[in-house]
C-alpha cells in the first residue's frame, strides 16, 4: 500500500493568514494526488485534482503542487469557512489512500 | 443534481454482517462515466477505501478487507450496496458512499453521500 503522509497534523492561524499542509507519499505516485476538505460532521468535499488543478468553483487562494512523491496544499488569505481538516489521497494504484488529515484550527 | 444516500442499520451486533445500500439520484448508476465507491471515518479519526464497483459489476477491495466485503451493483434500482461480514468494533464508522468519474484518470471523489454511522455492539 501507498502510504500518504501528511504535516503538519494539526495547525492553527488566523483569518488572511497563508498556510501550507505537506502530503509526503511513501512512493513515486506522479501526479496522482487529490486533495479534499471536511468540515464537523460533514462529508468531504473535493477541492484540487492531479495535484494542482483546482475543482471548478473553489476559490483561487486554493492552490496545490508537486509531483512524484512530495505534495503541498497553501491556502491564502484564510478565510473564516477554511477552518477546517483537510485530506490527501492518492488514486495512483489500489488499495487508494489518504492522509491521515491536517486540522486547521483559527488562532 | 446528483445525491447519493445511504440507508441500513445504524446498530450492528458483533460477528454479524453489515448491509447498506446507497440509492442515487439524479444520475444513472449504469452509466459508464463514473464508478462508485464506499469509504469509511471512525470517529475522529482519517479516511479508509473499503472499495468500488463498476457498472458492468467488476470490483476492488482494500485488501485489508477484502476476505470480508462483497460490493454489488443493481442497475434496475440505482443503488448499489456493501456487505462487510464478521464485524467487529473496529468496524464501527461514518460509512460513505461516493461517486468517481471514471472519464479522467486521477479518481477524485466528486461527489459523496453525507455517511451513516454505523456501531458495531451487542
Known amino acids: 500500500d501507498i502510504q500518504l503522509t501528511q504535516s503538519p497534523s494539526s495547525l492553527s492561524a488566523s483569518v488572511g493568514d497563508r498556510v501550507t499542509v505537506t502530503c509526503r507519499a511513501s512512493q513515486s505516485i506522479n501526479n496522482y494526488l487529490n486533495w479534499y476538505q471536511q468540515r464537523p460532521g460533514k462529508a468531504p468535499q473535493f477541492l484540487l485534482f492531479a495535484a494542482s488543478s483546482l475543482r471548478s468553483g473553489v476559490p483561487s487562494r486554493f492552490r496545490g503542487s508537486g509531483s512524484g512523491t512530495d505534495f503541498t496544499l497553501t491556502i491564502n488569505n484564510l478565510q473564516p469557512e477554511d477552518f477546517a481538516t483537510y485530506y490527501c489521497q492518492q488514486t495512483y494504484s489500489t488499495p487508494i489512500t489518504f492522509g491521515q488529515g491536517t486540522r486547521l484550527e483559527i488562532k | 443534481q446528483v445525491q447519493l444516500q445511504e440507508s441500513g442499520p445504524g446498530l450492528v451486533k458483533p460477528s454479524q454482517t453489515l448491509s447498506l445500500t446507497c440509492t442515487v439520484s439524479g444520475d444513472s448508476i449504469g452509466s459508464d462515466s463514473y464508478y462508485w465507491n464506499w469509504i469509511r471515518q471512525p470517529a475522529g479519526k482519517g479516511l479508509e477505501w473499503i472499495g468500488r464497483?463498476?457498472?458492468?459489476?467488476?470490483?476492488n477491495y482494500n485488501p485489508s478487507l477484502k476476505s470480508r466485503v462483497t460490493i454489488s451493483i443493481d442497475t434496475s434500482k440505482n443503488q448499489f450496496s456493501l456487505k462487510l461480514r464478521s464485524v467487529t468494533a473496529a468496524d464501527t464508522a461514518v460509512y460513505y458512499c461516493?461517486?468517481?468519474?471514471?472519464?479522467?484518470?486521477?479518481?477524485?471523489?466528486?461527489?459523496w453521500g453525507k455517511g451513516t454511522p454505523v456501531t458495531i455492539s451487542s
Open positions: 461516493a461517486r468517481v468519474p471514471d472519464y479522467t484518470s486521477s479518481g477524485y471523489v466528486d461527489v
Open positions: 464497483i463498476y457498472p458492468s459489476g467488476s470490483t
